[in-house]
């Protein structure tokens, strides 16, 4: 994984007074680095970012500060119909945001791998496809 220069300490920041958020997303990160050793991460105010040459997926925390977990967010050239999607939406014709929710560690399963990789597959290759 390339980390940036304070990723430690702002992914402290970020997970502040979460702490079983913070071992779900470092659960979440210890896979990614298996799968995507070249991943790119941003710690953002709202989310925490994956990039290989696009963005592919996010986690953030739920939007309701009482609700447990982390929401991993990716994109898809289609719409992934499993319940346990919790919101999907087409921001373009084409493209589909998809957020799961995650409250533990078992639900960093296969199907949750899956569809990342297929967003890291989606998002890849939409540099040679010309256009966003």
Request: proline letters at 8%; hydrophobic letters at 35%.
């Amino acid at each position: 994984m390339n980390l940036p220069e304070h990723y430690e300490n702002d992914v402290l920041f970020f997970f502040d007074g979460k702490p079983e958020a913070l071992a779900l997303y470092q659960g979440l990160c210890q896979k990614l680095d298996a799968a995507f050793p070249e991943v790119s991460v941003k710690v953002q105010k709202s989310q925490i970012s994956f990039y290989g040459t696009h963005l592919f997926a996010m986690a953030s925390l739920p939007k309701r500060k009482k609700d447990p977990g982390i929401v991993v967010t990716f994109g898809l050239g289609r719409r992934e119909p499993s319940p346990r999607i919790g919101v999907a939406a087409e921001p373009y014709p084409g493209r589909w945001t998809h957020h799961v929710t995650v409250t533990r560690d078992e639900e960093l399963d296969g199907e949750l791998l899956g569809w990342l990789r297929e967003a890291w597959d989606f998002n890849q290759a939409k540099g040679r496809r010309g256009g966003p």
